[in-house]
């Protein structure tokens, strides 16, 4: 499959100025009602607004990156076709090697965090019996 790199710059770049215009909105109502206290939004909308600001802001920083990596693909893209490069083509065992690494990737990224949320667990539960203790 082939793909589209002059398009999907474009989709990128308009989705990042989409997410900075976003975010700076979500910036400017947060500083408004924290720093400069003028309280402008509900307590209960003042939440939502700084959860907002947070997601928009790492999907801006998501968008940034790829912007930057596509923009990198053109010009790799651009720079080889004027050397007059061959096409590379993947063969299919490195294709499967691959899929391979991905889903072994994927189900150690699965272990560590399960292990990680196992150690959290363990270690509240004894500093709830060591709080207990030193209650008694």
Known sequence: MLLNHRFLLRLITNLVIFALALSSLGVLLWIVDEFIGWDILPDALSIYVRAIVIGVGWVTMTLIIAHILLSLTLFAESTAHRA?????????????????????????????????????????????????????
């Open 84 to 136: 007059q490069l061959p096409d590379f083509q993947i063969s299919a065992q490195l294709s499967r090697r691959l899929k391979r690494i991905l889903l072994v990737a994927g189900l150690i990224s699965i272990l560590v965090i399960a292990g990680l949320q196992v150690t959290d667990m363990v270690r509240k539960n004894l500093a709830q019996q060591a709080a207990k203790q030193q209650a008694i």
